[in-house]
Every structure is written in C-alpha cells, then in structure tokens.
C-alpha cells in the first residue's frame, strides 16, 4: 500500500471521527507518567498532580496511581467535578475572589478537603467574613513568589509573618503552610539554569516554611512545582509535594526546552485536508485556531513551531518538515518549514494529518473530550471528557 | 459615593457572577447590527449573518431581524445547532472533508437548506461520490480567492469553469453560485485601502459569477464578506449577500482598523482583582489565557493592546490607562500601558474589572455563556448560551 493510500484512507481509529478533533496516545501519556512518577519517587516527595491540563478524570486516575491521591485544580468548576467524581483532597491554586466564598464554602460542607492560597491580608479578610457567614473553616497556603514572575510574597520578606500573625489572629482561616511556581522556568534557555531554577524553587519554599515555623507557625505543606522544574530537580530535600500538570501531556514548548522529546508529545489535533494553494506551496486544513489554540508559545523558543509541527495520520513526523504557518478561526495553512515547493499529491484533499501543539493546555482547552487511540496498534480505546469552563 | 467603593462593591448586575466570566452589552449589541443592517439596506443587499463570532440563537435572532433568514457558519454544529433553532437556510462556509458528508447529508435529508463550498476537483468528486451514497443532491458556491489570503480559485481563472464544467458534467452536486472572504482586509491600515478591498472582493466575486453565466452555468448567489470591507463598501451592485460576524460584537483589532469605536465593543470579561504586585505597579486579576484567549491580534497594529484593555465594572475606560500586559492560564496581569507606578488602592483586592477583548471571536470561544446586561439601567437582563466545538 502507498504511503498515499495510508494517508487518504488512514486508519480504522479516524474513519469516523469528525475533524478537527483532539487526540490522545494511551501509550505516550502512560510513558510520561511513569517517568514523573519514578522520578519523584526517588526524590522522595509526592505527587499532587495539577487537573488543569488534563481536566479529565480518566488521566487523573492514571495520573495519582501510588501516589497520596491529592490533586491541584484552577477553577472550582474543576473543584466541583473532581470531587463530584472521588478526590477528596483539592488544592485550589488561584487568589481566591470574594464571589467565589459561597462555592468554595458549599464544597467544603459537601466534605471536600478544599485548600485555598493567599498573598494578602485583603485576602485573609475576605476569607475570615466568609468564614463567619458560611460557618466554615478555610485551610490555606501562602503563595511565595520565587522568581518575579507573577503572584506571591517573598519567602525572606516581612510580609509573609505578618500574613501568618494575621491569620492566627482571626479565626475562620487556618494556616497550612506554603506553595510556590516557578513560572518563569518556561524562559529557562539551558539545562543548567533550569536545575538553578528548581533549587530556587525549593530553596524559597524550604525557608518560608522554615521562617513561619521559627515563629510558631504551623506549616506541615511545602508545595513546590512546574513540570521543567520537577523535572530538571536533583535535590527536593524539605518539599511535601510537587504539582505539575503539563507532563502529562507534554507539549513543543516542553520539547523546546529539552523538558521532552517530540515523541513524548500525547497530544495532538486531527485535521482533514480541504484544500490547496499549488502556487504558494500550501495545504489548506480545518484544524484552525479554534482547534489548535492562538497559543505561539514557541515564538519566543530557539525553534518557533508556528501553530504545531505536521505528523501524519499515524504519527510520524512528515519527511517533508511541515508545520502550521498560519490560522484563521477553522482554516490551517499548512507549509514546508523552508518555504520550498511542496509535493502536494502527497497530501490530497480528503486526507488526514495530526498538528502537535506548542502549549498542550492551550490546545486541549479548545476541545470537550479525548478521542484516545493506543499508537501500538492504532486502535481507538475510548473518547474521555474534559470539563471546561468556570 | 467614591469610586474606589463604586469598584469594591460592583454593581447589582455582577454580584452574583463567579469571575471570569463573559459579559454581553445588549445596548451596544443593537446599535452595531442596527447600524450594519442600514448601511447594507442602503446599498441594496441582502445580509446573511456569519454565526461563527456569537453561536447563539439569541444575537442571531436579532441579527436577521428584517433580513431573508439565512445565516453562514463555520462548523457542522452550529449547522446543526441553528437548524434545531429553526433556522433552515445555512451555508457552511469552510470547504468540506469526507468524514463530515453523513453529517451533512443527514441535515439535508431532514429538511435543511444547507449550502457547502468548494475550490478542487477533488472536493467535487467528495461530493459526488457522497451524494451517490447518501442519496441527497449537495447545493454548492465556488470559493474564490480575491486577496491571497487563504482558499479559493482566482475570478479570472480557467479552473472557475473547468470547476463549473466537472459540476454540471456529473451529478448529485448543485451548482448556486460564487462566494468570497476578503480576510486580507484586516492587513488593511487607511480607509481608502480599506474601500480598495470592498470593491476588489466585489469585483471579483461579480467577474466570476459573470464567466459562469456566460458559460452557461446559474449562478443566481453572489457572495462576499468580512466585517471590514462590508463597513467600508461603497458599492454592492451584483452582490447578492454579505456574510458578516464580528461587527455585532466589534473587538479592539476592529477599533484599531477605524471600522468602530472603543465604544462600540458590545463583549468584556468580568474579571476579579485577585492580588496586588505593588513593587512592579501589578494588579493581579482571575482573568488569564482561558478567559481572554491567547489572540494578540492588535500586536501588528499601530497601538498594541496587550491581551486587552480595562475596563472599571461600570464600562468606562480606566483613567489609568491599563491594559492587561500578560497572561497565565488563570491569571492576568494588569499593569499601566506607560508602566509608570499604579495606585493600587483604586483597585482593592476583590473588586472588579472588564477586559476588552482583542477577537469577539476568539474570547467568547472561551466561554459557554452570554451574561447579558443593558448598559443604560445596568441590570442582568439575561443568559445566552453559545454553542461550541465541532
């Protein structure tokens, strides 16, 4: 059979999924897990995964195998979900907002494990009014800020005891110690300043936590986390747990910057060719924006992917080195990287192709479910949900 | 009663609404399609609302107010979706792939007018050979490509009527017409480019209709549209329809074209102050990525408008002249556009912001709901849903 053929017909798994639709390889995500979860493992510390890449219990499930059973979420609709769905133990990791104490109180009386996160004492006060309307007890983590990349107090600052004295001194609001985020890990550009970031990570974790117990505090949590960090770690001495999300899946950016291969990459969208363009060497696609995401995170990278690097329907990068060179809502023009003529018979109309995303929570986000496949032996295994939304 | 409590405190309307959430200014929203239903009453030609910016049933409804009652749109869900809704005429404007043709066809056997497009004779033999197995006949346009920009043959073209000759020489496919998108318009920086585009888009869908006609083929359906070159035509003469979307909402990528106002943006996102950076002059809000969506569409304008500008709760332009400078997932980072210290005590922890978007259509994606507020009285009037996905 041609390779033409193989791309026409494509496999069985893909004749009846409509276009542009998002998949999941089984094997890849199982590969990436395991490799965290070793990982930390022998780091000695445990996993809280974060729900946010994922938002699916089916990953989650695989995700917190051998591990506490904790999770990390974004939106307490991923709150309200999960523990709809069995996980007690929730760590919301977003400023909380005076609008969403009815729901977060509500979860807590259900018998959720809800965990909140402050950096402020407007914060404590919000909590503490709930906490006397709601008649609840709000557990919480004060966010250090590591790296100057966006929330949180600094771990050696006044600031964070005197949100500890704050929190003791009222009631409602019970304190559990630290998290932190190193964000700006993504802008990491070498191994070894990713591993300096991990320690930066740890070590600003290690002293707030060391700091609030000096003066009394309790602070059993020491919560670290971000998949190039955990994964770049070599030493997580005096952390709890770490939370990571995008390992799951992972992503160009990852492949980017050396967190992942491009095989390691679980995600990617399928699309139909719907048309060409034989004069600018295009291949028009329905996989646009709103299947891929606006998310160009690898612009900023050594190697800028465009919207995603081209597989082919079973999942081999194209022997051309075609990626996505530009999107309109439900439009993706596909081109050879070099902007050299393309043999287009190779890719025809009514065939299909498969975009790895720069940003796998971006990507996935665009999408209410999984189509997953087990790249093995190419055998659609189930569709898994996500829930979306706030 | 200051304005600083004025923030705090919020209006009625945004008390009840866990943030983020996507706000619809029903007062605007009439007076944008008001203003595009005279402008193209007065040049004579139908309008064909495009639903891919609003999917919902409810702004649709008010758009085709005095209009024939077919919409365009961009997936086979809102086909199915406005069919549902009783809307029976719907041209799908996105060329057509052979896993989507039992969809399609399904739609027409219950009774739907469903129009497809089409620039290959690849697609032509899709539609035949579905038509052969489906046993319903396929209504289709021939797309044209008037400014490079996408899909499309060119109007003056051999391939025009080598298309029309393989259409009429076989059967099951209908020929109706031409249609084109000019979405090079938004490349576009003077009105006299601007109104160079409109009447290119006409001229060469009116050319091409011209030829098949000539050639002895129907073309009763003259297509054309972008909300740009719709707001700046002069002259329609031989068009039949324009299909349109983003003028309902308008967005700051059209603000930045000179095709509306800031005023004149029917769509924010409620957002909540979630923390203060007081050293970097940072306001931290719950309005991230997933809110607002990734688009950076006013990047390659003259003013760039970060991930959007900031509204108080109110609507009014912030006197401090904020944009959001970055984003994460769940958070964004509001910041002075000149980047000069902010007073942060006008923006308390808690309070509330709006975000104007810079793409209607990428930010409502993001989101499952319309909240719909009228701007005089400034009260909740209601919940729109929207229709997304595939």
Request: aromatic share 4%; charged share 20%; glycine share 10%.
């Amino acid at each position: 059979m041609s390779k033409m053929i193989q791309l026409r017909d494509g496999p069985e798994a893909f004749r009846e999924i409509e276009t542009p639709a998002l998949v999941l390889d089984r094997r890849i995500l199982e590969r990436n897990l395991a490799r965290m979860g070793h990982h930390l493992r022998r780091l000695g510390v445990a996993l809280r995964p974060h729900a946010k890449t994922a938002k699916s219990i089916d990953v989650l499930r695989l995700a917190l195998a051998g591990q506490p059973g904790g999770i990390t979420v974004s939106t307490l609709r991923e709150a309200e979900y999960f523990f709809g769905q069995g996980v007690q133990d929730i760590l919301y990791a977003v400023g909380i907002a005076p609008v969403k104490m009815a729901h977060a109180a509500a979860l807590i009386r259900r018998g959720c494990r809800l965990s909140l996160i402050l950096d402020s004492p407007e914060a404590i006060s919000i909590l503490q009014q709930a906490s006397a309307r709601e008649q609840v007890q709000f557990p919480v983590l004060i966010e250090l800020d590591v790296d100057g990349h966006r929330a949180g107090v600094q771990p050696d600052s006044a600031a964070l005891l005197e949100l500890a004295r704050a929190i003791s001194g009222g009631s409602g609001v019970e304190l559990r110690g630290v998290m932190t985020h190193a964000g700006d890990s993504y802008q990491c550009r070498s191994q070894s300043q990713l591993r300096a970031m991990a320690e930066r990570e740890r070590a600003g974790a290690v002293l707030a936590a060391t700091r609030l117990r000096t003066a009394g505090h309790a602070a059993p949590v020491v919560s670290v986390g971000s998949t190039p960090t955990a994964t770049f770690a070599t030493d997580l001495s005096g952390v709890t747990e770490v939370r990571v999300g995008v390992y799951m899946f992972n992503d160009l950016v990852m492949a980017g910057l050396g967190v992942c291969a491009i095989a390691d990459i679980a995600l990617s969208v399928l699309v139909s060719v719907i048309g060409h363009q034989a004069e600018r060497g295009w291949i028009i696609t329905d996989g646009g924006w709103m299947a891929l995401s606006r998310d160009r995170g690898t612009s900023s990278q050594p190697v800028d992917q465009g919207y995603g690097i081209v597989l082919d329907v079973e999942g081999s990068v194209s022997p051309d080195d075609l990626v996505v060179v530009s999107t309109n809502q439900e439009h993706g023009i596909v081109a050879r990287r070099d902007g050299k003529p393309l043999p287009l018979t190779r890719y025809p109309v009514g065939s299909s192709l498969r975009i790895l995303p720069n940003h796998a929570c971006a990507t996935a986000a665009q999408h209410s479910c999984y189509h997953v496949i087990d790249s093995d032996r190419f055998e659609s295994v189930a569709t898994w949900r996500r829930v979306n939304g706030w």
